[in-house]
């Protein structure tokens, strides 16, 4: 039977090292005055704080049954509600061992009831803990969708604050996987409710809308047909997303925009000829592979840009003559490097992770670039090398071609 305390080996090895404050923090939860109840929370959340022992302390000891109990007992005051989804949040930005102990016991409907307060610091409080519930990868995202009511309400709070509308855009760009979750979100007006936000005077706010219309248009005609006739202001959303792929826009705004301007170029809503796909996007993309960048980056720049391109030959011919393309995917295959592997311990870890991901997006791209044309598999061989030019013939056999 599920039980929301920690897993038993970690909860052996936690209750061993149990303080005596520890449990002084949660005994101040069971006492009789309000006013030290109170104390007692913003005190748990203050020693809480960067302190991942302290937080699998509480957990063990019964802090978040108790914490859950005051949250939702409305004869608690605003404050004390508000303060213990705060110090659920900080206990949910631990371990994944600890957001499944907040799982179990049914943190995510108490929060969902909690966001029919008619407090707007007590909802806030409550979104930023789902958010930080739903973004790990231990919570499943259909929790979202098992009350038809909640996608509603959430929508009718983007409009009370910046914040309920930069946690409530996380939670969808993560909670959005496969078309159903997408057709649910777009049957709720998403597209209506968000598009406003990408001209928001918040960085995070236009960033989450962003990321929202980037999970909700991939592989989905109908969102990305409907995307390409909003405007906002006076402006079409294609246009603003190509405002946002400028390079003085940070990066990860270029690359998100990239993606949204992609979907929609791959799902018809977008000529590939238009001069927003060849000119702006495609450019875009191509930067994103260049040594400059993080390794990250490039993954996803390369992933994206082989998806772009991947069936229109004119894209594959301009793409293999921009920038070098083929010449700086041959830097993906030289991760971990000798010399990090000397110098820096971090580093090289750091490529080691990354290493396969990134010849993985290589051969995804380089298989693109050669689909259709001969011309593009040809300047591939004449890099002379072996390892890449196998892995290349590879990559275009399993795609077919």
Known sequence: MASCVLEAPLRMSVLSEVTASSRHYVDRLFDLDPQKVLQGVIDMKNAVIGNNKQKANLIVLGAVPRLLYLLQQETSSTELRTECAVVLGSLAMGTENNVKSLLDCHIIPALLQGLLSPDLKFIEACLRCLRTIFISPVTPEDLLYTDATVISHLMALLSRSRYTQEYICQIFSHCCKGPDHQTIL????????????????????????????????????????????????????PQIFVKMLQRDKPIEMQLTSAKCLTSMCRAGAIRTDDSCIVLKTLPCLVRMCSKERLLEERVEGAETLAYLIETDVELQRIASITDHLIVMLADYFKYPSSVSAITDIKRLDHDLKHAHELRQAAFKLYASLGANDEDIRKKVSSRKCYYVNTNFYIALSRHGV
């Open 186 to 237: 777009f049957n709720h007006g998403a597209v209506q409710n968000i598009a406003h936000l990408l001209v928001s005077t918040s960085y995070k706010v236009r960033m989450q809308a962003l990321k929202c219309f980037s999970v909700l248009a991939f592989e989905n005609p109908q969102v990305s047909m409907t995307l390409v006739n909003v405007s906002v202001d006076g402006e079409l959303l």
